[in-house]
């Protein structure tokens, strides 16, 4: 069965260094998106991407954030100047050929901000 | 009710029976519900969906009902084992607006006693 990707599994970062977290989304999939929980709690939408541009991104999606399709297959998030409050782990999600059809996570990547 | 942080609602159901798991959702104008579970260190998994049109949905072993008048989602797990053992989170969206982002609520840990 086809499924999401995400690279790396864990990733350490002094605070105030950029990182960048690494997606395959599923491969026929067009929608897709960056969701974060923080431990213990729900998980929070990001932002969505569709046609090459972002979609839709709430309000935790600030200007330390981006979102980039460099290729046919990579979907990333980049974090410019890490806080903190930026450690959590961050999922990545595909969706198919329309937005209301259900979204398919991977097994995310656990950012710690030291 | 909902707990926050650390504390979630938790379930503690025999092997074999059924469970229900219960969710009030905050948007009138959501059309589009999914419930997920998810296993400790990874994503979201997804288990079944259902649209406004519908008040019920069946897969296999689960079932789904939509109470839109009282904006209610529960979950119900047929002759429960093991593997059933984690966190469910039920999420929402609108699908009229593009590629939004689901919102999920608080997540209700089932736990299996053998």
């Known amino acids: 069965e086809p499924e999401v990707t995400q690279t790396p599994s864990h990733q350490v970062t002094q605070m105030g260094q950029e990182v960048i977290l690494r997606c395959v989304p599923i491969s026929n999939h067009l929608y897709f998106y960056w969701y974060r929980q923080i431990l213990g709690q729900k998980v929070e939408f990001l932002v969505s991407?569709?046609?090459?541009?972002?979609?839709?991104k709430s309000e935790i999606f600030d200007d330390q954030f981006s979102v980039e399709r460099p290729d046919g297959s990579n979907f990333t998030l980049k974090i410019r100047s890490t806080k903190l409050e930026d450690s959590a782990m961050y999922f990545c999600a595909s969706s198919g050929r329309f937005s209301n059809q259900p979204q398919h996570f991977g097994d995310g990547t656990r950012l710690s901000i030291l | 009710g909902e707990s926050v942080g650390l504390h979630l609602p938790t379930l503690s159901v025999q092997e074999g029976d059924n469970s229900i798991i219960n969710c009030a959702y905050s948007?009138?104008?959501?059309?589009?519900f999914i419930w997920y579970k998810q296993e400790s260190g990874k994503g979201p998994q997804f288990i079944i969906d259902i649209r406004s049109n519908m008040d019920k949905r069946q897969g296999q072993r689960v079932t789904v009902l939509l109470n839109k008048t009282v904006k209610h989602l529960s979950l119900q797990i047929a002759a429960t084992q093991p593997g059933d053992s984690a966190v469910y989170f039920c999420a929402e969206m609108y699908s009229g607006g593009g590629a939004d982002g689901l919102t999920f609520g608080k997540g209700t840990h089932l736990i299996i006693q053998p």
């Open positions: 991407f569709y046609n090459n541009e972002i979609s839709e």
């Open positions: 948007n009138s104008a959501s059309d589009y």
